[in-house]
């Protein structure tokens, strides 16, 4: 039982690497202003459209592959990844870095912290 417990601990450890750290939102916040970056939301269209952050732009998670060229001019910026509760952005996050996205990162707890922060959300 030990030993899946590890093997679990260490899979978990090397997909986080592989997806970058993840920053709070407040570090989100910070880097893209600073360095004009953008909040990429990878929800469906039903939960973005009840309440997102202002000017994220959205491309749910199974069509990002397809869409990623969306994000050209993006490679070397900040791209947060947003998701729900910050598990899916994981994923996504991978897949920007392995198409060349070098600045994309998760948003630690995604909207559910977001909204915990009462930081403000636009809705559609």
Known sequence: MLALVATLVMLFMHESRKAGPAVTPQQAINLVNSSD????DIREGAEFNKGH???ARHIP????ANRSAELAGYEEKPVIVV??????SGAATRQLREAGFSGAQKMAGGMMEWNAMKL???ST
Request: aromatic share 4%; with cysteine.
């Open 37 to 40: 970056g953008i909040f990429l």
């Open 53 to 55: 952050i202002a000017d």
């Open 120 to 122: 403000p959300v636009v």
């Open 61 to 64: 998670l199974a069509q990002l």
């Open 83 to 88: 998701c729900r509760l910050g598990q899916s």
